[in-house]
C-alpha cells in the first residue's frame, strides 16, 4: 500500500466527531508515526458541513494537512465546525493531492448523526 490508497490514508488517521452542548467538532489524529504529510507536495483536505433536522446547512470548514501546516506524530487537530441546537447532521470527506496524480483522491467519506 502506498499513500496514494484510499485504504493507507483512512488507516493513517483516528477520525472522530462530537457534539458537545451545542457545539460540534471533528478531530483529526495523526497515528502514521511521522509528521503527516511526509512529503513536502502532499494535501491533504478536509471538509466538513453540518445541517439541521430539516437538511439546512448551518455550518461549514475545510482543514488542510500540508507543508505549513502539518500535523505532527501522535498530535490531533480538532475543527469546530459551528454550532447546533437542535438534531444535526455532519457530513465529512477528506480528500489526498499527491504530486504526479492527475486528481485528488476520495479516501474518507462519512456522516455523523447526534440528536438533541
Given at each position: 500500500?502506498?499513500?496514494?490508497?484510499?485504504?493507507?490514508?483512512?488507516?493513517?488517521?483516528?477520525?472522530?466527531?462530537?457534539?458537545?452542548?451545542?457545539?460540534?467538532?471533528?478531530?483529526?489524529?495523526?497515528?502514521?508515526?511521522?509528521?503527516?504529510?511526509?512529503?513536502?507536495?502532499?494535501?491533504?483536505?478536509?471538509?466538513?458541513?453540518?445541517?439541521?433536522?430539516?437538511?439546512?446547512?448551518?455550518?461549514?470548514?475545510?482543514?488542510?494537512?500540508?507543508?505549513?501546516?502539518?500535523?505532527?506524530?501522535?498530535?490531533?487537530?480538532?475543527?469546530?465546525?459551528?454550532?447546533?441546537?437542535?438534531?444535526?447532521?455532519?457530513?465529512v470527506k477528506?480528500?489526498?493531492?499527491?504530486?504526479?496524480?492527475?486528481?485528488?483522491?476520495?479516501?474518507?467519506?462519512?456522516?455523523?448523526?447526534?440528536?438533541?
Amino acid at each position: 500500500m502506498t499513500p496514494r490508497d484510499p485504504e493507507f490514508l483512512r488507516d493513517a488517521f483516528i477520525l472522530a466527531a462530537k457534539k458537545s452542548g451545542d457545539t460540534v467538532t471533528f478531530s483529526i489524529e495523526n497515528k502514521i508515526g511521522h509528521r503527516v504529510p511526509g512529503l513536502l507536495e502532499r494535501k491533504i483536505h478536509f471538509a466538513c458541513e453540518i445541517f439541521d433536522d430539516v437538511d439546512d446547512s448551518i455550518g461549514k470548514q475545510k482543514h488542510t494537512i500540508d507543508n505549513r501546516a502539518f500535523l505532527p506524530v501522535e498530535e490531533t487537530h480538532n475543527i469546530v465546525i459551528g454550532e447546533a441546537k437542535k438534531a444535526v447532521r455532519l457530513v465529512v470527506k477528506g480528500t489526498h493531492e499527491a504530486p504526479g496524480a492527475r486528481k485528488a483522491v476520495t479516501f474518507f467519506e462519512k456522516t455523523y448523526t447526534f440528536e438533541q
